[in-house]
């Protein structure tokens, strides 16, 4: 339904009073198509504060009349969109999350202490604590760095779901934090997919020392063996400890379960640290390069075919359809004008350096002798 003559009177002094000393208005357009709202108020014009201020003296009146505000820009223009509604409030489903963060724990003992014998399966308990514990450590910590930076800004954000996978692949296929509304601006969006990645390695570094400094180096198994990549990293961590760049002249290490939970902690990161969509790697380069980002999934997804040909390990076949499909959609924040300041900028690039730094070409590969 458009706005009536009488009810677009209201609303521009509700605007007017709302931008007072904030924004110089130049002109309205109302009904105005934006995102999924069909009926947005459009104001062009000038700002008179930094946009920072701007949209915190705006948001704060117009919620008054129950309104949101938007920055955007739009060529060289500066613009602010306002459309009657509220943020989402969410009540944290912590039954549900408790739920499967136990499961996913169980699904990663599962797959760390399930061992065949002559006699069957059996399950080793130390062997499985070993993995379990460690890797479900790290993917707390991960997950938990986005959530508690996530709330300190009072983002409307879900808790971690853990993903079980019994027994397949790793145990797990990580967690999901679900955003249901838009963050204030591109700081805070960059320091919520920033947090995660950190936190996450905090742990998974020492973890990863511990556990490479009570494996042993021995020579490569005569017998089929799954054999995990070399990130940068990773290469280095181990050529520090053991003085040479390994696997080579036949020897590798022979990992534990501690120290392949922390290999795995460095994989899931470098693959949340992809700088695409809605993963960390994605709010770090959208947040420091804007829109201009969107053809990035389109170069990656080329990357990935190109690698699961080249190297034929297909699961990056499986991780160019995913960006395929949820990629190319970015967290875009309510204020999309306010820019990275030095310090956020600093943060964003270490993020992307530490994609490059813990990217795995061939995560595993099957070794036949």
Same mark, same amino acid.
């Given at each position: ?95 549900? =999350?408790?739920? +499967?963060?136990?499961?996913? /724990? $169980?699904?990663?003992? *599962?797959?760390? &202490? @399930?061992?065949?014998?002559?006699? %069957? ?73 920033? =947090?995660?990645? +950190?936190?996450?390695?905090? /742990? $998974?570094?020492?973890? *990863?020392?511990? &556990? @490479?400094?009570?494996?042993?180096? %021995? ?76 053809? +990035?999934?389109?170069?990656?997804? $080329? ?6 040909? @080249? ?59």
């Amino acid at each position: 339904m458009s706005t009536d003559s009488l009810v677009q009177g209201r609303l521009t002094e509700q605007l007017q009073a709302a931008v007072a000393d904030a924004f110089l208005i130049e002109s309205i357009r109302f009904d105005v198509a934006f995102g999924r709202f069909g009926h947005a108020i459009r104001l062009s014009g000038r700002f008179l504060v930094p946009t920072a201020r701007a949209y915190d003296l705006i948001a704060g009146r117009a919620a008054a009349y129950g309104l949101l505000i938007f920055f955007r820009r739009e060529g060289k223009e500066e613009v602010i969109y306002a459309v009657q509604g509220t943020l989402p409030r969410h009540r944290p489903r912590w039954a549900l =999350a408790a739920l +499967l963060f136990v499961a996913t /724990l $169980a699904s990663v003992f *599962l797959t760390g &202490g @399930l061992q065949e014998t002559r006699g %069957g399966m059996v399950i080793n308990w130390r062997e499985g604590l070993a993995f379990a514990l460690p890797l479900m450590a790290i993917l707390l910590a991960h997950e938990m760095g986005h959530f508690l930076v996530g709330r300190h800004y009072r983002m409307a954000i879900s808790p971690p779901f853990f993903i079980p996978l019994p027994v397949v692949s790793l145990g797990t296929l990580g967690a999901v934090i679900v955003m249901l509304a838009p963050p204030k601006n591109r700081r805070q969006l960059l320091q919520m997919g920033a =947090a995660g990645p +950190l936190a996450g390695l905090l /742990l $998974a570094i020492p973890i *990863l020392i511990y &556990g @490479l400094s009570t494996s042993s180096v %021995g020579p490569l198994p005569d017998t089929p063996f799954l054999l995990e990549g070399n990130s940068l990293l990773y290469g280095l961590v181990k050529w520090l400890l053991f003085g040479r760049w390994l696997p080579s002249g036949g020897l590798d290490v022979q990992l534990n379960n501690i120290a392949f939970a922390g290999w795995v902690g460095l994989l899931v990161t470098a693959l949340n640290l992809i700088p695409a969509g809605q993963l960390d790697g994605g709010h770090a380069a959208f947040t420091l390069f804007g829109s201009a980002v969107r053809p +990035l999934t389109w170069i990656l997804i $080329a990357f990935m075919l190109g690698l699961a040909a @080249l190297t034929q390990f297909w699961g990056w076949l499986l991780w160019a359809g995913l960006l395929f499909v949820f990629g190319q959609v970015y967290a875009v924040p309510m204020d999309d004008l306010t820019p990275l300041d030095g310090r956020h900028k600093a943060l964003a690039v270490l993020m992307l350096v530490l994609a490059v730094l813990l990217f795995t070409p061939i995560p595993l590969r099957l070794i036949v002798p």
